[in-house]
């Protein structure tokens, strides 16, 4: 049987807690809105890459994360 992967800080996500995911209905990419910014997976080649302050996010909380139907990117941030 298949058998799933776990992921967490030490091994892909930006952040500890888990707000929200979502799926890219052009490309499959999933993101997901953590406490620590969004960290956004590529299926096709079975890669993580982060966006947080650093690399223009508002700030690192993202409460919300969400693709339009262009497959653009969307979140909201929480300022603490």
């Not at 030490?10 to 953590?34: D, R």
Request: glycine share 12%.
């Amino acid at each position: 049987p298949p058998r799933g992967q776990m992921y967490d800080r030490s091994n892909a996500l930006n952040g500890e807690h888990v707000y929200a995911l979502a799926i890219s209905p052009v490309s499959g990419e999933v993101a997901v809105a953590t406490s620590g910014g969004v960290s956004i997976y590529d299926p096709a080649g079975d890669s993580w890459r982060t966006l947080d302050r650093s690399t223009g996010l508002v700030e690192d909380q993202a409460a919300s994360a969400g693709f339009d139907t262009r497959g653009n990117l969307w979140t909201v941030s929480i300022s603490l």
